[in-house]
């Protein structure tokens, strides 16, 4: 694959970031990558793990010069961040963000974003238990979904390079209204995540099951809860706050759903139960069929590459 820009800057080095600067370097997709975190120690590790080729101290250091910048930091600083880089960006570069939701970002962001610099927000539906840089692999948007929310203002020829760069990362690319976008997150990504930090919070204060008990003998539906709700809390605290609304509004139903449930346990009813688990067990096989998980006990996640 040829390189499809010149300089690359990597605003904030965690999972996203170092797996899309491995991704990079092993395609041949950018010319440098620069890189930026606010901690001087994931600044070393990332120059240690060779994803990026300098790092700078400051984020408006980092963008100058860059045709292409990612915002790969929590949703609740891209709006400060924005602010900051805004007067740095080149004339020409493109900026997007690899965000969980889009109303909330483009909100914080595009008022920074100067003329003539293509602001095209973003989101890669690809993501581990894990953070950090040490956490990113080349192979993490294979297959994957990468969601963007053009605005009307967007150029046809920036979306295509940018699109480009994503599929040769490995990922599947599709455009999308942030409305949509947010209401649709919500329910794949953003109320599980909620039900499953809630479950584990369940566990943590039933105080007639020790701890010890708790995980000794966890099978596999709390442990897989409990690998989601490992997931960085910082994220997550910003995405909840973010994207309250459809949150909110999937809760709603998830809480109707479940009185459904109870009543038919109560009752005894299990035609209801039977029936109502296997229509959902029919999602899943859907979700295997498309190539978006597998049966293997890894998930599929085993970091090759």
């Not at 009307?152 to 295509?160: F, G, I, M």
Request: some cysteine; proline content about 5%; overall charge negative.
């Amino acid at each position: 694959m040829s390189r499809l820009y010149d300089r690359v800057a990597l605003i904030g080095l965690g999972l996203i970031a170092s797996s899309m600067g491995h991704a990079m370097k092993r395609e041949g997709l950018a010319g440098e990558i620069v890189g930026h975190a606010r901690s001087a120690e994931t600044r070393g590790v990332s120059l240690e793990l060779g994803f990026v080729d300098r790092v700078c101290d400051t984020a408006a250091e980092a963008v100058a010069g860059a045709d292409l910048v990612v915002l790969a930091t929590p949703v609740g600083v891209m709006e400060a961040v924005a602010a900051e880089i805004g007067p740095h960006l080149a004339q020409g570069a493109t900026l997007t963000d690899a965000g969980s939701v889009k109303q909330a970002v483009i909100a914080a962001v595009a008022p920074h974003v100067p003329e003539g610099v293509h602001f095209i927000p973003g989101h890669p539906l690809a993501g581990t238990e894990h953070s950090g840089p040490r956490a990113g692999f080349a192979n993490l948007f294979v297959n994957r979904w990468w969601l963007f929310t053009p605005l009307p203002e967007t150029d046809p020829a920036a979306l295509s390079r940018l699109e480009s760069l994503c599929k040769a990362m490995g990922a599947n690319v599709e455009r999308m209204d942030p409305a949509h976008h947010d209401l649709v997150l919500a329910v794949v990504s953003h109320t599980p995540h909620l039900i499953a930090y809630t479950m584990v919070g369940v566990a943590d204060h039933l105080r007639r099951v020790s701890q010890s008990e708790v995980i000794k003998y966890s099978a596999s539906g709390f442990r897989d809860f409990t690998r989601i709700a490992a997931s960085d809390p910082v994220m997550w605290r910003d995405v909840f706050l973010t994207n309250k609304e459809a949150t909110l509004d999937i809760l709603g139903r998830f809480t109707e759903e479940l009185f459904v449930l109870q009543r038919a346990i109560r009752m005894g009813d299990g035609e209801a139960l039977h029936d109502y688990f296997t229509r959902t067990r029919a999602i899943r096989r859907g979700i295997i069929e498309a190539g978006q998980d597998t049966d293997a006990p890894d998930f599929g996640r085993s970091k090759i590459g």
